[in-house]
Nanobody
Framework: QAQLVESGGGLVQPGGSLRLSCAAS????????MGWYRQVPGKQRGFVAS???????NYLDSVKGRFTISRDKDKNTVYLQMNSLQPGDTAVYYC????????WGQGTQVTVSS
């Protein structure tokens, strides 16, 4: 079973940056598409970004140009670099392996507020 451990969340002012990390167990990291989703209270968890094993990326329209997903094969880690953060980005961010029917991390809170 995949183990996904997120880190890097926190409180940041509007316009600031954060980098989320997701450490994954090796066998799953090499085989699965990896992604980030986010959820706010009262709403469904939604797609933010994904990256295939071949490095092809996909983004939610509202984060294009601000967020960058990447993966480090040597460290079995996926990153989400978030720049120009806005209050609307406030959510719990979840790391995912294998799509919505795959595996999930425990989530990390990102709060954008002045």
């Amino acid at each position: 079973q995949a183990q996904l451990v997120e880190s890097g969340g926190g409180l940041v002012q509007p316009g600031g940056s954060l980098r989320l990390s997701c450490a994954a167990s090796g066998s799953f990291f090499q085989s699965y598409i990896m992604g980030w989703y986010r959820q706010v209270p009262g709403k469904q968890r939604g797609f933010v970004a994904s990256i295939t094993t071949g490095g092809i990326t996909n983004y939610l329209d509202s984060v294009k140009g601000r967020f960058t997903i990447s993966r480090d094969k040597d460290k079995n880690t996926v990153y989400l670099q978030m720049n120009s953060l806005q209050p609307g980005d406030t959510a719990v961010y979840y790391c995912n392996a294998g799509g919505i029917i795959g595996f999930w991390g425990q989530g990390t809170q990102v709060t954008v507020s002045s």
